[in-house]
């Protein structure tokens, strides 16, 4: 079965600190790829960061990094130098590439930064 | 370039009646997304599409949900009857679809239904 799943349902940070958000994805797929969205209250859905299934380097943008395990099936989100900013909820994603790039979501990290 | 359009916003309608939501995706974008997103969860896909066809509609509650895609181009859900538990928040997503780099996706704000 394919699934998602995110077992950290709140986050808190103090601001200018770095945090790590869970994903750990089951799939027998072989070419998939992974998201992180970022969801504030307003509840837009941004985009932040990418990795595919074969891509040798971590994928990083900006202050996100994202930490592919692949042995172990994690995509862990890493943020860096926190801004109040960033309070919003997280998502993590499952590109499979196989079923016509069929994206599903996890539960979601909601993620607090105290000034 | 314009991004996907959603209407309504906002809907409340009573139970057993009958709602509709619109999407119009980026222009290009073969594949798009219908999702469910109650509230404190994350998105749940209902039906995808791929051009004009359905690709994937497993989670779609074929009994009062339904959807289509015309000429490739924008999308209708449509619930009918509605029940309390369809209060959510719909989004609509699109993307370039299979062979794009990312596959991102690009989501339109949403239209919030209440079932009163």
């Known amino acids: 079965a394919q699934k998602i799943t995110q077992t950290q349902p709140g986050m808190f940070v103090q601001e200018k600190e770095a945090v790590t958000l869970d994903c750990t994805y089951d799939?027998?797929?072989?070419?998939?790829?992974l998201f992180w969205y970022k969801q504030p209250s307003s509840g837009e859905m941004i985009f932040l960061i990418y990795?595919?299934?074969?891509?040798?380097q971590n994928a990083t943008e900006g202050r996100y990094s994202l930490n592919f395990q692949k042995a172990r099936k994690s995509a862990n989100l890493v943020i860096s130098a926190s801004q109040l900013g960033d309070s919003a909820m997280y998502f993590c994603a499952m590109r499979l590439k196989t079923s016509y790039d069929k994206v599903i979501f996890g539960p979601g990290t909601s993620l607090s930064v105290i000034p | 370039e314009a991004g996907v359009a959603q209407s309504p916003r906002y809907k409340i309608i009573e139970k057993r009646q009958s709602v509709a939501f619109w999407c119009n995706p980026i222009s290009g974008h073969a594949t798009l997304y219908w999702y469910q997103q109650i509230l404190g969860q994350g998105p749940k896909l209902l039906i995808q599409?791929?051009?004009?066809?359905?690709?994937?509609d497993s989670q779609l509650p074929k009994d009062r949900f339904s959807a289509e895609r015309l000429k490739g181009v924008d999308s209708t859900l449509k619930i009918q009857p509605a029940k309390l538990e369809d209060s959510a928040v719909y989004l609509c997503?699109?993307?370039?679809?299979?062979?794009?780099?990312?596959?991102?996706?690009?989501f339109g704000e949403g239209s919030r239904l209440t079932v009163l």
């Open positions: 799939t027998s797929d072989q070419s998939y790829g």
């Open positions: 990795q595919g299934s074969y891509d040798e």
């Open positions: 997503a699109s993307s370039l679809g299979p062979g794009s780099n990312t596959g991102e996706l690009f």
């Open positions: 599409f791929q051009n004009n066809g359905v690709v994937d």
